[in-house]
DNA sequence: ACTACGAGACTTTTT
DNA sequence: GTCTCGTAGT
């Protein structure tokens, strides 16, 4: 008896899903149905009564992925999914913590910080500390504090081998004591106290065992060290852990996510046989034998080949431009001509390494009038407007958090300026308090004075200036206090309109010439709240109901920090996508070009110097290679402006990773056409239309050094220091002109010629 | 308390 | 080139 979602699996796919009672982790390739495979075991094991719909757990790690997977599941039965543990990491983690706050040793309206949260948080802390802000930027610390947690690591557990690390752990150790004062929770958190309740508690971590027979994990090539610990713990030795990856597409190793893990899950897990899956549905032949041929070129794989049995297709087609400004307006025209022939905008995607590429994109788009789409950027629990909501809703709700405070206690403005926030700061500081609890003190002290003598003395620093009238300090609290009264009782939509009301906020927005949008975002941020409560109510929490259910506010606050919401509003208009390579991951399109393809971009010239860097590139450009269902673009620029100046690349080594024969040089303009064709025939008679990439860089060498330097791209120099050395690329004129070359023994330098004495070898 | 100007950065990103 | 951040000036 087999059910019908079962059929149409391939052979492969079907042993993953029905696979007994075991470890098991499965290699699935670019577009081999892995989504399908996961969610369809997930069905499977419920529907032969394997395990209730409670009795398992599903990791992801975006939330779009947790959706997408209970949008399928519900698909396939008529099961109640609301009470399933399918979530993010950090969505689960945050529901651990909620049922069992006392044992974690949280508050029970912990708030949960996003980065923005958690920057403000350690620049005022080290403010605080008094902490020299060239020598520790923020940055870094947040950097640091992130990595450790990641790695599981508290502040004791950090090894230091000098100075600067000791000084950061101290760092560290101060900004856990912060976050426990204020009673706030920042993402690495989450998991890192989860994970410790479960290591701590020999009875929670029996019953999460007992009840999840069964560990699915989505995207585990992405997972840290902590959250590998986080699911060991979970899964422990008796219980079934299902992990589907492609180590193939890890382009998070900077991170945090260790590919190590598969091979550790192996190991630790004593798995017997790793599935692959192979067959490819997504992508016509040609562009498959282009990435299996990239990839080829990695040497530390598990070791895959994705094949297809759909038709090779056509070449891929490969655009060199003169400038970054013609590969714009190349794919503007070719996106146009697409559409023409009946591909829907959005069907196509663009793809670059990095968001500074995409303006000159969206300059020629908009020029050419063509609808497009930009992903990355704001999202929309990230806006200030909404941010400043949030904020007071985090005081009513009587969180303890000091950069909601700080955020909004003179916004609108109200009088309280940096010198008051700086005396509750001292009051917190002294009292080992949160800010709010300064400030309550404040009032009660400006009260009590009012009361006791009918007029204001000058000896408390804050009660004076703004007098009990309405002002200051006391105000803002009371404006608080007020509201806590008011929205006593109400749904949580009135909750927050009354919030945005009563705070000035929306008066405020209105008074300002601009501030149409944020209003509108505020109102979205009601409607936004409605929708939440509404799905709460209509799937009853299940077998959940009745344990510490957090209440709507708690719930609606964690929802917005966990979930920062699309990047943009009119996803359902037909436009062309612009976006990063990793921001394509999961992503398929009918066409899909990979722009800026030149050594020092993509791969970016970051990456060269570290370890394994250009292999996580390569495994980018994999990644953006197999997005493409039917055809693909790949186009390079020789010159591009970058930070305000023109820099000159040259073909990036990833067309030699490619097989000649899968590509097709095509060109737009009739007289760059015959120029090229023309010059190529002349250096040889090639009648077949293929790029010629060693060509294509003899051309390029010739045109970039077309000035009277005695330097050539490619040439090999001698540097008195740095020793033996190639070219590999040139900006600049005359006295800013600078050369990069990569040295045979101390890597990729860049060199003003000026200055850099360089002997031609 | 708000505006203006200058300095410095600037790969990739989710939660 | 363009955005953010911090400080100085009004």
């Keep these: 008896m087999s059910p019908d979602f079962l059929s149409g699996l391939n052979e492969r796919q079907l042993e993953a899903v029905t696979l007994p009672h075991q470890p098991a982790l499965i290699l699935a390739g670019a577009g081999s149905g892995k989504t399908r495979v996961l969610t369809t075991r997930v069905a499977w094991l419920i529907q032969t009564g394997q395990v209730s719909p409670h009795g398992l757990v599903a990791v992801t790690f975006t939330n779009k992925a947790a959706k997408e997977m209970l949008t399928r599941i519900s698909a396939m039965l008529p099961i109640n999914t609301r009470g399933m543990w399918v979530g993010t990491f950090h969505g689960l983690a945050n529901r651990m913590l909620r049922a069992h706050f006392r044992e974690a040793n949280l508050p029970q309206l ?116 902590l959250q590998y610990r986080w699911l060991k713990l979970l899964a422990g030795s008796d219980n079934a852990i299902f992990a589907v990856g492609d180590d193939d597409q890890s382009i998070y190793r900077f991170r945090g996510a260790s590919a190590a893990n598969m091979q550790d899950l192996q190991r630790d897990f004593a798995v017997e046989r790793v599935i692959k899956l192979e067959q490819n549905y997504r992508s016509h032949g040609h562009i498959l034998d282009a990435a299996n041929a990239l990839i080829g070129h990695n040497r530390r794989r598990l070791g895959k080949n994705l094949w297809t049995a759909e038709a090779k297709g056509e070449p891929l087609r490969v655009f060199e431009a003169a400038t970054d400004l013609e590969e714009a307006g190349f794919i503007v025209e070719e996106a146009r001509a697409l559409r023409a022939e009946g591909v829907a905008l959005a069907h196509i995607a663009v793809l670059y390494r990095s968001n500074a590429q995409s303006r000159v994109l969206e300059h020629a788009l908009f020029t050419a009038g063509v609808p497009y789409r930009v992903y990355g950027g704001l999202r929309f629990f990230e806006r200030q407007e909404v941010k400043h909501a949030l904020a007071y809703l985090r005081l009513v709700a009587g969180s303890g958090d000091d950069g909601a405070l700080a955020r909004i206690i003179n916004f609108p ?54 007098s009990a009238l309405g002002k200051g300090i006391p105000a803002f609290v009371a404006l608080i206090e007020q509201m806590r009264e008011a929205t006593a009782g109400l749904s949580l939509p009135e909750v927050i309109e009354h919030v945005i009301g009563a705070s000035g906020l929306k008066a405020h927005y209105q008074a300002e010439r601009e501030g149409a949008d944020r209003l509108e975002n505020l109102a979205e941020l009601i409607n936004a709240a409605a929708t939440f409560v509404a ?37 359902g208009a037909d436009a062309l996508q612009l976006m990063t390579a990793h921001s394509a991951k999961g992503l398929e399109f009918h066409s899909v070009f990979v722009s800026g393809l030149e050594e020092g971009l993509f791969p970016h010239e970051n990456s060269l110097t570290e370890a394994d ?96 330097t005695p330097w050539r791209i490619g040439q090999s120099v001698v540097h008195p220091t740095f020793g ?38």
């Design 413 to 466: 403005a109200r009088g309280i300026g940096a010198r008051s926030l700086e005396q509750l700061q001292e009051v917190a500081k002294a009292r080992g308090g949160s800010l709010w609890q300064a400030a309550v003190l404040k009032a009660e002290d400006g009260r009590r004075k009012t009361e006791g003598q009918g007029g204001e003395t000058d000896n408390s620093a804050l009660s004076t200036q703004h």
């Design 613 to 708: 860097g250009i292999e996580e590139e390569r495994r980018l450009m994999y990644v953006a290679l197999t997005r493409a269902r039917r055809r693909l673009y790949l186009s390079f620029a020789q010159s591009r402006m970058l930070h305000g100046q023109t820099r000159y690349g040259i073909a990036s080594r990833f067309f030699r990773e490619i097989p000649e024969n899968l590509m097709r040089r095509i060109n737009r303009g009739s007289v760059l056409e015959v120029h090229q064709t023309g010059s190529r025939q002349a250096s040889r008679e090639s009648g077949a239309p293929s790029l010629n990439v060693e060509d294509g860089m003899a051309e390029l060498r010739a045109r970039n050094l077309k000035s009277a």
């Design 110 to 225: 912990f708030q949960i910080l996003d980065s923005q949260d958690q920057l403000s948080l350690v620049k005022r802390l080290l403010k605080n500390l008094n902490v020299d802000q060239d020598r520790f930027p923020p940055r870094q610390v947040q950097w640091f504090v992130t990595a450790s947690k990641d790695e599981g690591l508290r502040a004791s557990q950090v090894e230091t081998h000098d100075e600067f690390t000791r000084r950061m752990k101290e760092i560290y150790f101060e900004y856990d004591a912060q976050c426990g004062r204020e009673g706030v929770v920042d993402f690495a958190e989450l998991l890192l106290r989860s994970y410790e309740l479960l290591s701590a508690h020999d009875a929670l971590r029996s019953h999460y065992r007992a009840r999840f027979r069964h560990v699915l994990v989505d995207e585990f090539q992405d997972t840290n060290r």
């Design 724 to 761: 033996a050395g190639v070219i590999v690329s040139a900006e600049g004129r005359g006295t800013d002109a600078r050369v990069q070359v990569n040295f045979r023994k101390s890597g990729v330098k860049w060199l003003v010629l000026d200055y850099a004495k360089l002997i031609p070898a």
């Design 535 to 571: 799905e709460r109510d209509v799937q009853p929490a299940g077998e959940a109901a009745g344990m510490d259910e957090p209440d709507e506010l708690t719930a609606f606050l964690a929802h917005a920090a966990l979930e920062a919401g699309e990047h943009q509003a009119d996803a």
